[in-house]
């Protein structure tokens, strides 16, 4: 049966994103990051404040997806100002990874990025984390440029861009 994916309206549901986003950050990025890097970032990007923000002040979106009712993923995007579709996160739960979730939740963003006009989705990736970069070449990703930004504290994202003309 096909994950149900929602776009996400409510604070109740952005609040479960959150705390699924802090479980699967601290589970996936281990050994990619410092666990001191993975606290930092899910404070910063990932806590419930900063999606709100997000949402209210730089068009994000975000998307849950349950399978069989079980809230195990989400992903957020964003269109930006010129062309471009901007794939801000796409996570899923250890357990149901490697069933074809992933290539529904990537359809869904590549049909949100059509229904804004956009010819293109983008998104950065860790650059060692090689089976997230596998999948999106795979789902038709390139890469186009790399990243190296600063997010304070002393810690910097080293990042790989990768693009999907639709
Ligand atoms: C990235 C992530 C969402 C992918 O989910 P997944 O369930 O593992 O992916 P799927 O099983 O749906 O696979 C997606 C597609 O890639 C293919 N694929 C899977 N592993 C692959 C690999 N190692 N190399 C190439 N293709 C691969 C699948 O066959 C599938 O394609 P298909 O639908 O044409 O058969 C998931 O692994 C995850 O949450 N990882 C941790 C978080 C993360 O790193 N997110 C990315 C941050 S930028």
Redesign the pocket.
């Known amino acids: 049966m096909a994950a149900e994916i929602i776009k996400v309206k409510y604070l109740p549901e952005l609040r479960a994103v959150a705390n699924l986003a802090d479980q ?1 950050w601290h589970e ?2 281990l050994g990619i990051i410092t666990e001191g890097q993975i606290d930092y970032m899910v404070k910063k990007f990932q806590s419930l404040d900063a999606m709100i923000k997000q949402i209210e002040e730089q068009k994000y979106s975000y998307f849950a997806v349950r399978d069989d009712g079980d809230l195990c ?1 989400y992903f957020a995007v964003k269109p930006e100002e010129d062309s471009r579709f901007f794939l801000s ?6 357990d ?11 359809g869904r963003v590549f049909e949100e990025a059509r229904r804004h006009g956009k010819k293109s989705v983008y ?4 650059k060692y ?1 090689d ?2 970069i ?6 038709g990703f390139d890469v186009v440029d790399e990243a190296v930004t600063d997010i304070g504290e002393g810690y910097v994202m080293d990042d790989f861009i990768m693009e999907h003309v639709l």
Not at 89 to 94: I, P, S, V
């Open positions: 699967i996936c990025f993923g996160k796409l996570y899923l739960r250890r149901k990874r490697g069933k074809g979730i992933a290539s529904q939740m990537l998104l950065t990736v860790n984390n089976r997230a596998d999948i999106y070449r795979h789902s």
